[in-house]
């Protein structure tokens, strides 16, 4: 599976952006979909996760009510809504897949993916 993140850039504080992740390869199923971010001198962290039939989602606190994970298979593609940036939300924001599933759920922790996406980088200005 390949994935491919896009849509960060550059933004005020307050401002919307929305992520992208695309999926190749292995075609003919779906599965669970994360996204993570990693700050600069910090360690990755959760962000959003989402099963396969995107009817179960999980925001970490620090993004609830401003984020939103969802997908569209027929596209292969989750997408990250994220609303009410702030400085703090700024990283490279990853995107990650677990083709091991067979319980339906979605997972949390980064060493449950299989396959990452390379990032994109989200710089939300004060």
């Known amino acids: 599976v390949q994935l491919q993140a896009f849509g960060g850039g550059l933004v005020q504080a307050g401002g919307s952006l929305r992520l992208s992740c695309a999926a190749a390869?292995?075609?003919?199923?779906?599965?669970?979909m994360g996204w993570f971010r990693q700050a600069p001198g910090k360690e990755r962290e959760f962000v959003a996760a989402?099963?396969?039939?995107?009817?179960?989602?999980y925001h970490a606190d620090s993004v609830k009510g401003r984020f939103t994970i969802s997908r569209d298979n027929a596209k292969n593609t989750v997408y990250l809504q994220m609303n009410s940036l702030k400085p703090e939300d700024t990283a490279v924001y990853y995107c990650?897949?677990?083709?091991?599933?067979?319980?339906?759920?979605?997972?949390?922790?980064?060493?449950?993916?299989?396959?990452w996406g390379q990032g994109t980088l989200v710089t939300v200005s004060s």
């Open positions: 390869g292995r075609t003919g199923g779906t599965y669970p």
């Open positions: 990650a897949s677990k083709v091991s599933d067979y319980s339906g759920t979605y997972y949390l922790r980064s060493y449950e993916y299989d396959y």
């Open positions: 989402i099963n396969r039939s995107g009817l179960s989602t």
